[in-house]
């Protein structure tokens, strides 16, 4: 079954929230990059953690339970669908610093 309505537009606001205040996740990934790692991509994998982060914990706080597979899926598919967007973000923000 995927996703309610409702619960899209959490995990859609959490991805908003997270690309308007870019800083909120990306002032730690200079300092924190591992040696080897490319800023970007150090960058998108500390973005997506905080998007999941973000709306796993509020979808436990809402449901009492964690997501089953297909509402995984569900999470993967509007993540997959709002990548480009996160990048953009990314490296729009890395290139002003």
Do not use: C
Not at 9 to 28: C, F, G, H, M, Q
Not at 46 to 67: A, C, M, P, Q, T
């Amino acid at each position: 079954m995927g996703f309610d309505v409702i619960e899209e537009k959490n995990l859609n606001d959490a991805i908003s929230y997270a690309l308007d205040y870019p800083r909120v996740v990306l002032t730690e990934s200079k300092p924190l990059a591992p040696n080897g790692a490319t800023l970007p991509d150090f960058a998108f994998g500390l973005y997506i953690g905080y998007i999941s982060g973000v709306f796993f914990d509020g979808f436990l706080r809402r449901n009492k339970r964690f997501l089953n597979e297909e509402e995984m899926s569900g999470f993967h598919s509007i993540l997959f669908k709002r990548t480009p967007e996160i990048w953009l973000k990314i490296k729009v923000h890395l290139q002003l610093e």
